[in-house]
């Protein structure tokens, strides 16, 4: 299993997020955050007067899938979110070692299955 951990724009959280639906990710959280890359921060005017804004909005998405799911996840929040200029965020993947959900006590992959989700799917299409 892996997480992924996506910063995106503000403005394409909705792109990305109907973009993961639309391929099955079905579970994910989603954080207001600020923060910064090579850029630094950007420079704005207000009045005249020039000011660096060096703590830009953003949002991440934390999503845990299965190994084989990682690949087209990106692909997906890529394609999404990308316009070409700098601070279209960056995506971090991590191993995860296990998946409790509180509720039945399933551990591993069946925690992280939802009715619909990307392995499903996956299974309907080949006939299990």
């Known amino acids: 299993m892996k997480k992924i951990e996506a910063i995106i724009r503000e403005e394409a959280l909705d792109v990305v997020k109907d973009a993961l639906h639309a391929i099955g990710i079905e579970g994910m959280n989603v954080f207001e955050v600020r923060g910064h890359g090579r850029q630094g921060g ?52 991590y191993p995860v070692e296990d998946v409790v959900r509180i509720r039945t006590g399933e551990r591993g992959q069946p925690a992280l299955s939802y009715p619909d989700d990307i392995d499903a799917r996956k299974a309907k299409a080949m006939g299990r």
């Not at 005017?45 to 830009?56: A, C, F, K, V």
């Not at 934390?62 to 990682?70: F, R």
């Not at 997906?76 to 200029?85: D, E, L, V």
């Open 42 to 93: 950007i420079e704005l005017s207000w009045r005249g007067t020039s000011y660096r804004m060096d703590l830009i909005p953003k949002i991440q998405l934390n999503i845990i899938l299965s190994d084989h799911n990682v690949e087209k996840t990106i692909e997906t929040i890529i394609k999404a979110a990308q316009t070409g200029k700098e601070g279209d965020g960056v995506i971090f993947i």
